[in-house]
């Protein structure tokens, strides 16, 4: 069959936070052919993962869901969204507003988040909403808001390639964001790559220095980090002097973190500490980049503060190659936390404040009365919430709770409790969507049009590119129809477009500091290969340049100044004992794979770059004390339950520790339902466990 493209559009891919822009060639009716990477890009230059080669195969699965599906029996969408409303109507008439809430995702677009979270709160009534960024960034979120007075990553990928030292704390480039590490290959300076992982990830071989710390000590490494800065004159205290509250009293709280006294704890010698402080005091350009391994911890925002600490005690910030920098998961997960109206109010607004809400009422165009006047429960919460009677009624959109969430019996045992469960995916087969009453068939990536966030905060244009099958809708359009069967319909009738929800957000962002309202529409985006926040009207001529934040030292505060936030290091959650006497960390396993294998399962090619079979990494020293034996089967038992994987006897791990990817659904079976008290972030990278052989 000869396939000629009629023509070509790029689109942002719709997987993981880096945002690559991809050339899809489309035939004469405007439906994908195939699809190369965008070589004039500016986030990807020509390159792109397994995954976005492979983003349009998951569209053509034979498992797509096709029409609603009601307690397991084919509806029409007339019927569905009458019981959807009916159901949750009563379970809100009955138990009050707060007994509905909703589930969103970083997968969706800008434009749907800001829809769904404005029609659950503003037109449904809903108190209650999350993200799935919860179990991603909420750590990131909260350190940076008390840190820097906002949500508020300052970097752009240039610095990959401007910095002189990288440091990348609880972070696995080479196969989480495969893209952002060929930026760092391209880097021209010979730098200093230095990975704090106690795991032998793909980018801890490939770095100059690996810290193989002990799981959970990167807090108590960063403050002794902190402290041989002050001690060894170190500091740069002209900027600290300028720009940075909270130095003195950091100061004297560090007193306890001499190197030498922890050095048991982190699993270090001297020289590999020595050397790894040297090498961030003496770097001109010092980044330091953090994921999962830092923001899914019992103490994960003081340790992502400690990192910000350090980058602001020497200064590496606003500057090229420079930075205390998150990089985000999720294809959108930055629009999850600006506009899904979750635990913020739209626009990075804060639901307390009665200026907020005003403002953001009249953006909107509605009476204020209908905005709430209390953040939402976090995703923990409202699973709890379910337990405690309190939640009846759930509504979870392009996420997998039941695959993904912490401590996964539980999280299906309070699931069952629901009086009503709806469930809106692309897939109707996910483990969320087996427990759901009601299955709404949505519209995946490439099949609409929206704007993503990517981590360097660059908006970027998702095209329509392939029509939905069967009877699958848009999330956007979805929304609009619940809005007319709820009775709200007037409040959005205006709301007939991505494009013209998207000049809703820019009016809502107005005087944030993500403002938008300088992006012409989606013409710029097209134009521009994407823009970064912040772009103000009559800004426009800043498009394309480097930009970063805090390049004038002035930060989000009300003061205008960096806070050093700092608290004394936790117990972990669960230690080891006799019965349990390894440390379980989990992650990602493979640049193949996506989350909870959703989409990235559909591909015989993906596939064929992943185990089909849970694995676990057991160190060498350890096997041969269990007995176990590479390539065998064997269970992992933690106190929540067993899994079966095929064990790889390897050195990645440390003695002591196990490793499973996080993409098999049994996996968090194991996991511990503890959470950060500030971010409310999961913890998924240590509980304790055994290994048994058969
Ligand atoms: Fe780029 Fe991430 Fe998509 Fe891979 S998954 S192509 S790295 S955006």
Known sequence: LRMTPHGTVTSVCGFCSTGCGLKVHVDERGQAINLTADSSYPVNLGMACPKGWEALT?????????????????????????????????????????????????????????????LAKFGMGMVHGDGNTRQ????????????????????????????????????????????????VERNRHGPEIVVIDPRKTETAMAATQHLAIKPKSD??????????????????????ERHVDGYVELVEFLKDFEFADHLEVLGLSAEEFELFARTVANGKRVSFWWTMGVNQGHEATRTAQAIINVALMTGNMGRPGT??????????????????????????????????????????????????????????????????????????????????????KRFKELVGKLDFFVVQDMFGNTESAQLADLVLPAAGWGEKEGTFINSERRFGLGRKVSRAPGQALADFHIFR????????????????????????????SVGQPCEISGIEGYA?????????????????????KERRLFEDGLFFTANGRARLVFETPREVPEK?????????????????????????????????LYSEELWVEVHPADAEGLG???????????????????ARVTATVGRGQVFLPMHYAQVNELTIGVVDPYSRQPNYKFCAVRVEKD
């Open 136 to 183: 991603c960034m909420a750590t990131a979120v909260t350190a940076y808001k008390e840190s820097f007075g906002f949500d508020a990553p300052p970097y752009t990928y240039a610095d990959f390639e401007e910095s002189d030292v990288l440091v990348f704390v609880g972070a696995n480039p080479c196969i989480a964001h495969p893209i952002m590490w060929q930026r």
């Open 524 to 544: 710029m985006l097209a134009r521009e290969g994407g823009v970064q926040w912040p772009l103000k009207a009559g800004d426009g001529d800043v498009v394309g």
């Open 323 to 408: 930075g205390a920098n998150s990089i985000t998961g999720q294809c959108n997960a930055m629009g999850s936390r600006l506009f899904s109206n979750t635990t913020n109010l739209l626009g990075g607004h804060d639901f307390t404040k009665a200026e907020h809400r005003e403002k953001v009422a009249g953006a909107l165009g509605m009476e204020v009365g209908r905005i709430p006047d209390r953040g939402s429960w976090a995703y923990d919460q409202i699973i709890e919430g379910i337990g405690e009677g309190k939640i009846k009624g759930l509504w979870m959109v392009a996420t997998n709770g039941a695959h993904s969430w912490m401590n996964q």
């Open 481 to 508: 129809l619940v809005a007319e069967y709820w009775g709200c319909g007037e409040l959005f009738r205006g709301w007939t477009s991505p494009e013209v929800v998207f000049e809703k957000m820019k009016a809502v």
């Open 58 to 118: 998951p569209l053509g699965a034979k498992d797509r869901a096709v029409v609603p599906m009601l307690d397991g029996n084919a509806v029409d969408w007339d019927e569905a969204l009458q019981v959807f409303c009916r159901r949750f109507g009563a379970i809100m008439d009955q138990h009050g507003a707060e007994s509905v809430a909703f589930l969103s995702t970083g997968q969706i677009m800008c434009e749907e988040m800001f829809f769904l979270g404005a």
């Open 628 to 646: 176990v034996v590479d390539g065998k089967m064997v269970r992992v038992v933690s106190r929540r339950g067993t899994v079966e994987a095929v």
């Open 219 to 240: 807090l108590v490494l960063f403050y002794c980090l902190a402290h041989w800065l002050v001690v060894n004159g170190r500091v740069d205290l002209e900027y600290v």
């Open 576 to 608: 080891v004992s006799e019965e349990y006497p390894l440390v379980l960390l989990t992650g990602r396993g493979t640049s193949a794979q996506w989350h909870t294998q959703t989409r990235t399962s559909k591909s015989a090619i993906l596939r064929k």
